[in-house]
């Protein structure tokens, strides 16, 4: 049977020889697996240290702003933090940020580490703070008198709210409109004054405190003015001029 031992022995060697060819592909694909294995563990452990680090500067810019809002008496305010890249660090972060200005609007924050060695970057956020603040209900006149009928409420992010804003309807109480103003507006400080309480070359009720005692006599304003402005009187009794402070229609009081 030599044909047959014969073919038996080719086809021996042709395994022999498949084998021998495959061997260097699968060494060469082990290292390609493991290669990228070991690739796939450094890219999630650089992921873990950006949660990380991200998590510690969220902590820091809540406890941040939760202050600020609660220092204007607001608890609504949103934190959108940028997902930089940063590198690793033995040791937390010192995290600072620049506290001239309040965290509202577009915010820096400086994140340095000490160890294994020293860096410094920057992360960025944007941060919203929500009020209820006065908004005009309707078109508001010039010199108009003010009344609550005159405003609404409505929640707004006050991180760029430049001219200041009105929380309640209280204290807008004896102002008038300064310029027209539109439906929806923010009434800031800069369109209202307080009612002239008192006009100039007016008759008013001059009240003196003395302790616990009180005297009223009458005068003469020589002065415009509104609600806790001083003013100068004159007192109608010993004819002598004095400052007063402007406490209601027609009204000063003065301490002796």
Known sequence: MPYANNSYVETNKRKYDFRAEIRPVFLMLGVLVSGGIFSMEVIASKADISTQAHQQIRSYLYRDVARFA??????????????????????????????ARPPTGKVTLTVECQHPKYWKSRV??????????????HTIERDQVLTANDFKRRRTDISYVRQGYFTTFNELDNQVSKRRITVGKIISPRMVEFAKWVERHQEVVIEARIGGMAARMKGVALES????????????????????????????????
């Open 70 to 99: 609660g220092s204007i008496g607001s608890n609504d305010f949103r934190i959108d933090l940028d997902k930089s890249t940063l590198s690793d660090c033995n040791t937390p972060f010192e995290i600072s940020r620049n506290k």
């Open 225 to 256: 003015g509104s609600k806790g402005e001083q003013i100068k009187v004159k007192n109608s009794t010993s004819d002598k001029t004095i400052l007063a402070t402007v406490v209601g229609p027609k009204k000063v009081q003065t301490l002796f």
């Open 124 to 137: 960025k956020a944007e941060v919203r703070v929500y009020q209820k603040i006065v908004v005009a209900k």
